[in-house]
């Protein structure tokens, strides 16, 4: 013989009067009742108490579930989703209590589990991905660059940028975020999975891929910092270029390498063939690009920070900081001169 806890019993009961209570403030012109439940016994059944959550920030987002904003789940939230799911009142973020991306009676059930004491509380934030982020990409277990996303969330959809590109068919269901990057040099596919506190995962462009993880810092997708990023220093020691920046910066590595004396003179190079694949790193904490320069002769040489790149018309600036602000026109890129020795 099969036994069925009292909480889960009392549950039952709980949505069958949510479910009252929806019919009839929708027959009545949206009046809603103060219903008590009954028990199988014909009791009067007291919900579990279910602590308030913790007070959130002024600019915090309201918890999955708590329809009426008060910090608590409740008989009264069950019923206000009820009535989205048949239609009496408009669609609501908050509503999708088991996180499926929509609005369904599994919602209903999942904050009256709560009530009574299945379940835990807090679920989650309504729309957890709006806001800023910020993190780093690395690539071949290196550190490219710092990344800066700016996204807005309703319900399952998300819209926004990545380093300053555009986000689009960006979706967010069972925790994970999906969508296509729209770069200046074509589409990356975005895949992160939201743990709770953080973004982690990756974009990618074909068998490229680059891993990300992005932390929370500010609950408003605004860029906090619009001043141009400018070099405070660059020089070449030992084959490596060091570039260091006066703000955070994204990934980069693009340059042109002028041979001005020695046995290469006149000759000019970039790109890949000037920083080899695999060879260019960045440290988060001097603010640092570090760069591998292939084939340098003894003799002197200009480098200039960006290069024009003809398979791409409107060629954008290479350097930018984190969101995607760029450092200079490409007709004012940063550039000096050095020697190397025998």
Request: glycine share 12%.
């Amino acid at each position: 013989m099969s036994h069925t806890s009292t909480p889960l019993k009392l549950v039952v009961p709980l949505l069958v009067t949510a479910l009252f209570v929806v019919t009839v403030s929708g027959c009545g012109g949206g009046r809603e009742e103060t219903v008590t439940a009954l028990s199988d016994t014909g009791s009067a059944v007291r919900p579990a108490s279910v602590e308030p959550a913790e007070v959130l920030p002024a600019n915090a987002q309201q918890y999955l579930g708590d329809m009426d904003g008060d910090g608590t789940p409740s008989v009264g939230d069950a019923i206000k989703i009820l009535r989205i799911v048949v239609g009496l009142d408009p669609a609501n973020p908050c509503a999708d209590a088991n996180q499926n991306g929509g609005t369904d009676v599994g919602d209903a059930i999942m904050v009256l589990r709560i009530v009574v004491g299945l379940d835990d509380w807090p679920i989650g934030y309504c729309n957890p991905l709006t806001g800023r982020w910020e993190g780093l990409m690395e690539h071949s277990g290196g550190i490219l660059g710092e990344f800066g996303v700016l996204l807005t969330q309703d319900g399952s959809t998300v819209t926004g940028s990545m380093f300053g590109y555009a986000i689009t068919n960006g979706t967010f269901i069972n925790n994970r975020l999906q969508g296509v990057m729209q770069t200046a040099y074509g589409a990356m596919v975005i895949d992160l999975l939201f743990d709770g506190t953080k973004l982690s995962g990756a974009i990618s462009q074909g068998a490229e891929i680059y891993d990300l993880e992005f932390h929370k810092v500010h609950s408003e997708p605004t860029i906090p910092d619009i001043t141009t990023p400018r070099v405070v220093s660059a020089h070449v020691a030992a084959r490596w270029l060091y570039v260091e920046w006066s703000k955070r910066m994204g990934p980069g590595y693009d340059c042109v390498i002028t041979a001005l004396t020695g046995p290469d003179e006149g000759r000019a190079w970039g790109g890949p063939y000037a920083v080899p694949s695999g060879y260019a790193y960045y440290d988060p904490a001097t603010r640092t690009h570090r760069m591998y320069l292939r084939d340098l002769l003894p003799g002197t040489y200009e480098i200039m920070l960006e290069t024009q790149d003809e398979m791409f018309p409107g060629d954008p600036v290479d350097w930018h900081d984190l969101y995607g602000i760029p450092a200079w026109s490409k007709e004012n890129a940063y550039r000096f001169t050095f020697t190397t020795g025998p």
